[in-house]
């Protein structure tokens, strides 16, 4: 009786490589084409920081404001209006951050063109109006 043939068998089953399983999240992200240059997906993620910053910017101008209104007896409509304008901008800025980098690193992954953002324009004009009403309530009030 020859047994050779079933450990060859058995030993070539234990030393094949087993693939890796790519764990990475968010799978609709990583399971898309294929890797991208390194430097454009560190790239990608430094601008997802930069935006995450400019979010943590937003919150902390809208608390300070509160704050401030607060310690003066001062917090009329005007006030926590702005507040929570700057606080809701740094929430979309937060949220678009992660939507942004999603969708960089998805068309990197599939050789397409990168996706373009409303976040910038919507962000903008919000800043621009709250600029605008801020001078006029220093500049009549």
């Known amino acids: ?70 310690l003066t007896d001062g917090l009329g ?10 606080v809701i901008c740094g929430l979309a800025c937060g949220i678009g951050a992660f939507s942004r980098w999603m969708g960089n690193e998805r068309a990197m992954r599939l050789s397409e063109p990168l996706p373009s953002s409303p976040l910038l324009l919507v962000l903008t004009a919000i800043v621009a109006g709250v600029g605008i009403v801020a001078l006029i309530i220093v500049g009549f009030g």
Do not use: K
Not at 2 to 21: E, F, G, K, L, N
Not at 77 to 86: D, G, K, M, P, Y
């Open 77 to 86: 409509l005007e006030i926590r209006l702005a507040s929570a304008v700057l």
């Open 1 to 70: 009786m020859d047994t050779t043939p079933a450990i060859r068998t058995s030993i070539a089953s234990v030393s094949a490589p087993t693939q890796h399983r790519d764990r990475r999240w968010p799978r609709r992200v990583y399971a898309a084409g294929s890797e991208p240059d390194p430097r454009f997906t560190f790239a990608n993620e430094r601008t997802f920081l930069a935006w995450i910053r400019t979010g943590l910017g937003f919150l902390a101008a809208g608390v300070a404001i509160a704050a401030v209104a607060r």
